[in-house]
């Protein structure tokens, strides 16, 4: 009841106010040129309300300014300022640096450049097992028979090992790192994984540490934004804008690995690391591989 009583009150005194509101956006708009445009304004009957939807990431890749969540799939931080995609299905996660930075190559700059990348994935524990007994051999009886008639045995038992058990190993999530190392002057890439150089297969086919631009699968050239076929998009991005830009340049941190040796590479541009050997020879074929 007492609700009831209350509710035109509450009415009463809220009619002055909205109705002094009113007069005073009324006011306001007199002198405007578009009088109901300025009080449709004033009411707020005209601002949109925008909302801003969450981009999926395991459908497609977000960029940094892109990603809203704060763990990945697999419980770990995402990586700020990367860019990222995830699938839960198969329980991984990948993250690509958009920065480029430049690698000393035995006191050689502006040629070699690099991006890294990040890969995580899941990996399902093990249990243990018991410890047990092998026994390997066969037992044997000897028996002796005295003077007297007595009849004396003597049994050997087989020889018997113990062995331990093994402790299980816990679900984990690993994470390893995929750099992508481009070559200005040769215009090749190649793929920089478990701390060293690793081959992989290009378009083509065929498997080698360093492949033409052209002959590039889509995953070396996807932190670009470029196609496999994109030869001077890439000339441009990586070799060409970058250098121009010096003081954006980052020293990259695999010169601990090339900054003294530098990257041999046979059948490269660069004479000192091919010698007298022909790499386009039919002769030579397959041996040595020159990439």
Not at 46 to 74: A, F, G, H, R, W
Not at 134 to 140: A, D, K, N
Not at 264 to 278: A, F, H, L, T, Y
Request: charge should be positive; proline fraction near 4%; hydrophobic fraction near 25%.
């Amino acid at each position: 009841m007492k609700f009831l009583l209350l509710t035109p009150l509450i009415f009463l005194l809220s009619s002055p106010i909205k109705a002094e509101a009113n007069n005073s956006k009324h006011e306001e708009c007199l002198q405007a040129a578009d009088y109901e445009g300025c009080m449709d304004f004033q009411s707020g009957s005209n601002q949109s309300t925008v909302t801003n939807s969450e981009k999926d990431c395991t459908i497609e890749v977000c960029y940094p300014d892109e990603v809203t969540q704060l763990t990945d799939n697999l419980g770990m931080k995402i990586i700020k300022g990367w860019k990222f995609t995830e699938n839960p299905v198969e329980r991984t996660s990948s993250y690509w640096d958009p920065r480029i930075y430049e690698i000393n190559s035995g006191g050689e700059t502006g040629r070699f450049f690099h991006q890294r990348k990040v890969r995580r994935y899941f990996l399902k524990g093990t249990s243990g097992t018991s410890g047990y007994f092998s026994s390997s051999g066969s037992g044997s009886i000897n028996c002796n028979q005295s003077l007297y008639g007595n009849i004396s045995c003597t049994t050997t038992s087989p020889s018997s090992t113990y062995i331990p058990g093994t402790s299980g190993r816990p679900d984990r999530v690993e994470q390893i790192r995929q750099d992508v190392i481009y070559d200005c002057k040769d215009e090749t890439a190649a793929r920089f994984i478990n701390n060293k150089i690793d081959r992989f297969k290009g378009l083509d086919g065929k498997k080698k540490k360093w492949h033409k631009w052209d002959n590039l699968p889509y995953w070396t050239l996807f932190n670009l934004g470029v196609s496999p076929k994109g030869r001077e998009i890439l000339k441009n991005t990586i070799c060409t804008n970058t250098y121009k830009n010096k003081s954006a340049i980052t020293a990259s941190d695999l010169d601990i690995y090339y900054r003294d040796k530098g990257i041999k590479k046979r059948g490269s541009s660069n004479k000192k690391n091919v010698g007298n050997i022909n790499c386009d020879s039919p002769v030579w074929k397959k041996k040595p591989i020159c990439n």
